[in-house]
């Protein structure tokens, strides 16, 4: 896909959730970064808002991206919920996304298994030399790049994050942790041993890379 042609995303393809008020903060802080995460889950975003719902402790992103690229949206992106796992500090200025999406993936014979050992038919990224622990990754969809690139425009627009494509982006950064402003990863936060969201797949490389410039 050409995502030269991307531009700020349309705001009648998001999907308004309603989300309750308790599970975010309904304060305003200047945005400086996005944060991009995976859901560990399967098609459909119901079983992860009743993971947040469940607890009192607001742990939500902004965005949830389904495979088919529709933008579910929990509250507006200039409030905030934790989820670096870093605190206050980071999470206020930070807006965070998710890719509806398994994660990691262990090969068992010709089929692959999730986190939770059920059988997945998916599209598969594979990393020969692994990453964070996983040598097979479910591939994030076309749509949902597209979607994640619309969605970045409109925050450089909105909130000036600049969208340089950030080498270190894969493992822990001390650029991340600093707040620098940008495009970050959960990974770009916390160790492997903890998070592998999200994978480096070549095409969000590529978008990444392609509305940057």
Known sequence: ????????????????????????????YDKKQVVFHHTVSGPGIRGDLNTWLSTSTRIATCIIIDRDGTPNQMFSSKYWGFHTGKGRRIDQHSIGIEFDNWGGLIKSKDSYKATYGNKVDVPVTHYPNGFRGYEYYESYTDAQIQTAGELLLLWKDIYGIPLDYKEDMWDISPRALSGEPGVWAHVSFRPASDKQDIHPQPEVIEMFKSIGK
Do not use: A, Q, V
Not at 11 to 28: A, C, T, V
């Open 1 to 28: 896909m050409d995502w030269n042609t991307l531009k700020p995303l349309d705001l009648s393809k998001i999907n308004f959730i309603d989300f309750p008020e308790n599970h975010y903060y309904r304060e305003i």
